[in-house]
């Protein structure tokens, strides 16, 4: 898999500090000191993508909270062209009255946020908010707005700590860009 990689994005060492500070802001935000008890969070993750990101972030925070999790595709096997976001079930979470956050691995083109963002509004939660651990500025519309990010990042199809490539390279520790020649789609090789 190492043979795969042409060069690392963001180490494991600057992903585990920056998922500690991002928890500290969420904190800080939902449950500040003596009132973590009191706190009315849930958490829907976005899978596959968001999936050890998820675990790393949750065990980092202090306070009560539920896991909802939904599954969106929106890069279908081998691309690293965006398809449009579809959801594989409905949300069945109760979210009414409650503050809501959306964690998803990367902010992309917005679609998957807008839709998962959408379907839970008509539930009339408290609160939606949204956490990612990346973002690509050249492309996310101003109508999909990140709260909480991790890192901005370049233009390009990244994959590792979650995000796969076909399905592959979800175990790497890092956050990486693989070698041009193994992108089979889209022009630019894996710049997608
Ligand atoms: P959108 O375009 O809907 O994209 O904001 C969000 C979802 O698309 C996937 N995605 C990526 N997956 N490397 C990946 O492995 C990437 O560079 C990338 N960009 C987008 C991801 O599943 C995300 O939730």
Same mark, same amino acid.
């Given at each position: *898999?190492?043979?795969d @990689?042409?060069?690392i ?7 585990? %500090? #920056?998922? &500690?500070?991002?928890a500290? $802001? ?17 958490? /829907?993750a976005?899978? !596959?993508?968001?999936?050890i ?9 202090? *306070?009560? *909270? ?6 969106v !595709? !929106?890069?279908?096997? =081998? ?5 449009? =976001?579809r959801?594989? $079930?409905? +949300?069945?979470? %109760?979210v009414? &009255?409650?503050?809501?956050?959306i964690?998803?691995? +990367?902010?992309?083109t917005?679609?998957?946020? #807008?839709?998962? #963002? =959408? ?8 609160? @939606? ?10 492309k996310?519309?101003? %109508?999909?707005? =990140? %709260?909480f /990010? ?7 199809f /990244? ?15 890092? @956050?990486? /860009?693989?070698?041009? $020649?193994?992108?089979?789609s ?7």
């Open positions: *898999m190492q043979q @990689i042409d060069r994005l963001i180490s494991s060492r600057r992903i585990a %500090d #920056r998922v &500690g500070e991002l500290a $802001e969420l904190a800080r935000e939902y449950a500040p000191p003596g009132r973590e008890q009191s706190c009315d969070l849930t958490i /829907v976005i899978l !596959s993508g968001s999936l990101f998820l675990a790393d972030l949750i065990r980092r925070l202090p *306070m009560r *909270m539920r896991i909802a999790l939904v599954t !595709s !929106s890069y279908p096997g =081998a691309s690293t062209e965006s398809r449009g =976001a959801l594989f $079930e409905q +949300i069945t979470a %109760d009414a &009255g409650r503050d809501v956050l964690v998803d691995d +990367i902010l992309d917005g679609g998957t946020l #807008r839709a998962v #963002r =959408a379907e839970l509004a008509r539930r009339q939660p408290r609160s @939606i908010r949204t956490c990612v651990l990346l973002r690509k500025p050249a996310a519309p101003p %109508d999909v707005p =990140a %709260d /990010v991790g890192f901005d990042i370049d233009n390009y /990244v994959v590792g700590y979650g995000l796969d490539y076909d399905g592959l390279y979800r175990n790497l520790p890092d @956050i990486a /860009v693989l070698r041009p $020649e193994l992108y089979t889209g022009p630019g090789g894996g710049r997608a």
